[in-house]
């Protein structure tokens, strides 16, 4: 079994910085790709960034491309993403979702995850 916990979600306003993180414990495995996704109030759930265990690959969703950067410290299992000039479209609740079994890509679609974090909230103000 393996545990997600998100944490660094806030309300800020536009242009402002945040940062989030996700701490894996339990039978992660020695290879694993981790990802950032967020439901938006109304809107169905959609990626945002993944990373590998290793940081050998990462992805971004075009939407956040520039502004967003996740980065892995696998030495304490911790995702992390950072959010600079965030925008109002940004307000959802963001998941961290986490794969055992490492495959070519980074996968983009929810179903592809076996583990889910609890969520944690941001809002961007204009």
């Known amino acids: 079994q393996v545990l997600l916990v998100e944490s660094g979600g806030g309300l800020v306003q536009a242009g402002d910085s945040l940062r989030l993180s996700c701490v894996a414990s339990?039978?992660?495995?020695?290879?694993?790709?981790m990802a950032w996704f967020r439901r938006a109030p109304g809107k169905e759930r959609e990626f945002v960034a993944g990373?590998?265990?290793?940081?050998?690959?990462?992805y971004y969703t075009d939407a956040v491309k520039g502004r967003f950067t996740i980065s892995m410290d696998n030495t304490k299992n911790e995702m992390l993403l950072q959010m600079n000039s965030l925008k109002p479209e940004d307000t959802a609740v963001y998941y961290c979702?986490?794969?055992?079994?490492?495959?070519?890509?980074?996968?983009?679609?929810?179903?592809?995850?076996?583990?889910w974090g609890q969520g944690t909230q941001v809002t961007v103000s204009s």
């Open positions: 979702a986490l794969r055992r079994q490492l495959i070519v890509s980074i996968p983009i679609q929810s179903n592809e995850y076996e583990y």
């Open positions: 339990g039978r992660t495995g020695s290879t694993y790709t």
């Open positions: 990373t590998t265990w290793n940081s050998g690959r990462m």
